[in-house]
């Protein structure tokens, strides 16, 4: 694996008329946790789909984990992706489509099972795992989305809101396994509005604003810009840096 995790090049997405990321360019050191924050509809979303290969990016380029972003293969043998609403097999039961989705990665059916476990008793999820996941709550669904993008052990991964949608014990859970991937150098790229999951976590935190990339920098030196006075907090720095990017520019009124 290269040195960089995720490089990209002036990524861009237009829907019609919506451009939705305007020249983004990326360069995540590998093994980073990087918090990926922005208002709603900043393009957050849209990124993550451009750097998982799930939506093709209208112009400029990508690499994950070594892997060019419209080489599917590739690329999806070595990350992992949460998404908010996590896509699941309504049919299948909880281990039936982790197992489905060990299989995609090719691990060894024992391993593989072992692992399933393990992540289901760790997401307390264990006494529900032979049921339908149709039949599961949000949160449950949400548990089985986060241990299938990290089965395959991903070089990257892409979580979207993992904590939304769980109760304060298996947020804990979630927090604590993304700082256990973390340590052994998985480079997680993680977007959250809840800054406090996004502080704990995240060693760089970027800033997306109507499609562009408004700030960036280590999470505690962004806290620092914000507040001079010791009371630096990632929200103020969030409310700062997005009022800024909104405000009008005063060269172009003169
Ligand atoms: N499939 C699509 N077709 C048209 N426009 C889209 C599509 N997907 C996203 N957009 C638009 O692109 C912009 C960015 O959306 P995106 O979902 O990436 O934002 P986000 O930062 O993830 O927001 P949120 O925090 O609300 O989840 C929005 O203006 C949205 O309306």
Avoid: C, W
């Amino acid at each position: 694996m290269t040195d960089q995790a995720i490089v990209a090049d002036g990524l861009t997405k237009r829907y019609g008329e919506e451009l939705a990321v305007s020249g983004l360019s990326l360069s995540i050191p590998a093994g980073d946790v990087y918090g990926f924050l922005g208002p709603n509809g900043a393009g957050k979303t849209t990124t993550m789909r451009m750097l998982t290969g799930l939506t093709q990016p209208t112009d400029g380029t990508a690499t994950v984990a070594g892997a060019a972003v419209d080489e599917r293969p590739a690329l999806t043998e070595r990350i992992g992706y949460l998404p908010a609403d996590p896509p699941v097999f309504d049919e299948l039961t909880g281990r039936e489509h982790l197992r489905y989705v060990a299989r995609l990665h090719e691990l060894p059916p024992e391993e593989a099972g072992e692992r399933i476990d393990d992540m289901l008793a760790r997401f307390d999820l264990a006494d529900d795992a032979d049921r339908r996941v149709g039949t599961y709550s949000t949160g449950m669904q949400k548990k089985v989305g986060a241990i299938a993008a990290l089965l395959g052990d991903p070089e990257v991964v892409f979580l979207d809101e993992p904590t939304s949608g769980l109760d304060p014990r298996a947020a804990r859970t979630m927090r604590d396994t993304v700082a256990a991937v973390a340590e052994r150098d998985v480079t997680v790229f993680l977007s959250s509005h809840v800054l406090s999951v996004v502080d704990e976590l995240a060693d760089t935190v970027g800033v997306i604003d109507d499609g562009e990339l408004v700030a960036e920098g280590a999470t505690e030196e962004l806290k620092r810009r914000a507040r001079d006075d010791g009371e630096a907090d990632l929200e103020t720095a969030f409310l700062d840096i997005t009022e800024e990017a909104h405000a009008p520019d005063e060269r172009v009124e003169a």
